[in-house]
Each structure stands twice: as structure tokens, then as C-alpha cells.
């Protein structure tokens, strides 16, 4: 049984990019006329550099490159051109990894190497490009640099009082800043970067453990919205097809641990832009295996026709191939046994960092950090074995996709496992 897919473009119904398409060609063309103003003889970031040899040192990789800018996407309704060649795009790329996003109102564009790319990747050509291993690595050292950029003092530029800067009231108000440990009376609220900013903790009491003494009761890893559940998953299944069926050998890269979660339930949900993304244990236990698996960064489902090339339609594909982490713990209630939690970085959100600590051996609480997503993150999955769970909390239901988005709180109640006769 299968339950709840959100039938439309996550990025957006999660504040990653504008709700309609005309705000991210608005935001598109903003940065064309950007870009068309710099230096011509200013040098590309060394990645840039990198990928751009990379491309046109390959016969094969030049002309997917070439035809993905020249071919029409499906699944997306453009109305401008906004790319007319392969040079164009690594310019758009280096403007992007040289600064941090702004705050907008109407066409916020959180993932911005998403939205350069947005074209390219559901193109024919496209779906082969962003496969390609040799791509994915020269993605990973750019998505590195402008990480680096993130993480630095000059991308506090935009956490400033101006109408597109993150101290605006009208930014405040979005994120809630009252809920989050900063401090209201300095420059950049206390923070060091735009990275720092966006991995803030919540204040203390905000997010309370639910049913902290219950250890049947599990927990949100994430402060997010419920996107799917399905039940009986098999071992290995055709992930890619419209249908998105949870393969779990390729959900956990091919761990033993797999073998504990055939025929069992797996949950789903998507992070929100403007949100919390660090992650929690769901349960009390002991940690098993913590690790991060590299993936894919821009790939999309290319199967069932231009509908497969809809992001919505990506997001149970994207749970097997892209980089995420993977945490298996050991519950201390034996109803529940194994869990496993993956966290899966999409798009320019690649970055997961398991946490100082976590590691095979370690103890942790229910409700406990185990990392973070380093500039968002987009989904999470939680696997649980077959007839572990009694039910799940109403607010850890998927809602129908004309309705509003109900988000989740982490450390509130997800599920509850069967007790045994005894409990």
C-alpha cells in the first residue's frame, strides 16, 4: 500500500524556488543581466575552470552538454530562453557560487544552482548528463566551493536590514527568528556566516521530546512535511517509475541492515526552506552505522514520459541516488529493533554532516541531534520493520496536494510502535 505522494513540485511547495514559473524567470533574468555586466576578462572559481575542461574534453560529454541547452524541457513551462550555450551556464554557475542567497517575497530562489540549471536537467540530453559520474564529481567540488563561500564571513552580506537582507522584518517574520537562538543586538544577529545562520538552533523549550518516558512513541527526525508513507517495501523495486516504490536494498546503498526492513513501512517528508535542519534521533538506542553515501546531485527520474520529469515525481527516485546519510540505530525498545534514518541532501543541499559523536557504539536519547543538512536539505525517510508500527500520528500524515502544507515539528510524535502484552 502506498499513501499521500504529494502530486506537485516540492521545490516549491517548500520555499526552495518561487510558487509560480514566472517568478523564477523573473529571478532568471535578474541574473542574466547580472552575469552580462561582469568583467569579461574576470577569471571563473577554479571548479568552474575544472568542470568546463572536464566537459569539453569529452566528445560524449560536450555534446550532452550542448544539446541539453538546446533541447526543450519536459515537464516545465517556459516561456523565455534564459541559456544559449554551455559558456553561458558556467557564468551563471559562477555567479551563483560566489554569493549567498537574498530574501524575496515573490520569487526567493533558495536553491540557485537549481534554478540556473532548472532547464537542463529535464531535457533528454540532460538525463544523461547529470548522470554521469565524472559530472556528479566536478558538481561536488563546485558545490564545495560555494559551500566554502557559505561557511566564510563574506557571505554575511546578505544577513543585513535591506529589503532583500535576512534582518528585514518581513525575512524575521518568515523565519520566525524569535524561536531561534540568536542575538537580536549585534551586526549579524551573532552569526559568522550564512551557514551558521542556517543551521541555527531553536531556543531551548521550543521543540519538546514527545512522550519523553514512552519508548514506543518515535519521534520526527526533522522539522518537516509528511510527503509519503508506504508499506511492505521490497528489497529491490524499479525506484525510478512513476509509482516511486521504495527499494530499500538501494535506499540504504546496499547495507546488511537491509534484509530488517523487507516488507516493512517506510515515512517520507520534505524540509522547508526558511525551517530547522538539523536532524534528531527518533528513538533511544545505540547507534549502529553512521555514514554519508556520495550520489547524484541534479539527476531526475527520466521514465514515464515528460510527467517523470516533474520534481515531485523525483523525490522517491532521488532517496536512492543522491548523497545522503545514513543512520541505523538500535532501539532500546525491542518491539521497534533496527531503525534506520536516511537523510538525503538534493539538489544544491548536498551537504550532509553527521554529527561529532555519532558513531557504532554510541548511546543517544530519543530526541538527540544527530547532524545537519550544511545549506538545507530537502527530504528525510524513516524506515521501521514489518508490523513495528501500531500507527501513526495524524500530524505525521501526507495531506492531498491542493491542501496547505502541514509541517511537522521534529521531536513531536511520528508513530507508535505495537506494544508488547506486557506493556
Not at 525551517?275 to 552505522?289: F, I
Not at 500524515?397 to 509541517?407: G, M, N, Y
Not at 521531536?411 to 508488547?420: D, E, I, K, M, V
Request: hydrophobic share 40%.
Amino acid at each position: 500500500m502506498t499513501g499521500g505522494a504529494q502530486q506537485q513540485d516540492v521545490r516549491r511547495r517548500a520555499g526552495w524556488l518561487p510558487q509560480d514559473q514566472s517568478g523564477l524567470e523573473a529571478w532568471l533574468r535578474g541574473r542574466r543581466e547580472r552575469h552580462q555586466e561582469r568583467d569579461p576578462d574576470r577569471a571563473l572559481h577554479p571548479a568552474v575552470s575544472a568542470f568546463r575542461d572536464l566537459v569539453e574534453g569529452d566528445p560524449v560529454l560536450r555534446m550532452h552538454a550542448h544539446q541539453m541547452i538546446d533541447q526543450v524541457p519536459v515537464g516545465r513551462r517556459y516561456e523565455d530562453r534564459h541559456l544559449e550555450s554551455f559558456a553561458e551556464l558556467l557564468e551563471l554557475v559562477d555567479e551563483v557560487i560566489t554569493t549567498a542567497p537574498e530574501y524575496s517575497d515573490e520569487q526567493m530562489v533558495m536553491t540557485p544552482l537549481d534554478g540556473v540549471l532548472d532547464w537542463t536537467k529535464a531535457t533528454p540530453a540532460g538525463f544523461a548528463f547529470y548522470r554521469d559520474p565524472r559530472v556528479n564529481d566536478a558538481l561536488r567540488s563546485i558545490l564545495q566551493g560555494w559551500c566554502d563561500f557559505l561557511s566564510s564571513d563574506k557571505s554575511l552580506e546578505v544577513l543585513v536590514d535591506a529589503p532583500s537582507g535576512w534582518r528585514s522584518e518581513a525575512a524575521r517574520r518568515a523565519v520566525g527568528m524569535d524561536q531561534f537562538e540568536h542575538d537580536p543586538d549585534d551586526e549579524h544577529w551573532g552569526f559568522g556566516s550564512w551557514n551558521d545562520f542556517f543551521t541555527r538552533r531553536f531556543k531551548d523549550g521550543e521543540r519538546p521530546v514527545a512522550s519523553p518516558d514512552d519508548g514506543a512513541v518515535v519521534v520526527s527526525p526533522c522539522e518537516a512535511t509528511p510527503y509519503r508513507i508506504a508499506s511492505r517495501a521490497h528489497r529491490l523495486d524499479e525506484f525510478w517509475a512513476k509509482a516511486e516504490p521504495y527499494s530499500v536494498e538501494e535506499l540504504l546503498a546496499g547495507d546488511e541492515a537491509a534484509d530488517l526492513f523487507v516488507d516493512g513501512t517506510v515515512w517520507q517528508a520534505f524540509l522547508s526552506a526558511l525551517d530547522y535542519h538539523r536532524w534528531h534521533s527518533p528513538v533511544s538506542g545505540t547507534v549502529l552505522r553512521a555514514w554519508v553515501e556520495p550520489g547524484t546531485y541534479y539527476s531526475e527520474a527520466s521514465s514515464q514520459g515528460s510527467e517523470a520529469a516533474e520534481p515531485t515525481l523525483s523525490q522517491g527516485y532521488l532517496a536512492h541516488v543522491a548523497t545522503r546519510a545514513i543512520v541505523l540505530i538500535d532501539a532500546d525498545d525491542p518491539t521497534i529493533g533496527t531503525i534506520a534514518v536516511v537523510f538525503i541532501g538534493m539538489s544544491d543541499v548536498s551537504s550532509c554532516v553527521i554529527g561529532d559523536g555519532i558513531e557504532p557504539g554510541a548511546r543517544i536519547g530519543k530526541g538527540d541531534e544527530l547532524g545537519y543538512f550544511q545549506f538545507g536539505g530537502s527530504s528525510v525517510c524513516v524506515l521501521f520493520g514489518p508490523d513495528v508500527v501500531e500507527s501513526f500520528g495524524l500530524g505525521a500524515l501526507p495531506q492531498a496536494p491542493d491542501e496547505e502544507p502541514v509541517l511537522l515539528h521534529v521531536r513531536s510524535h511520528l508513530a507508535t510502535a505495537r506494544r508488547r502484552p506486557s506493556d
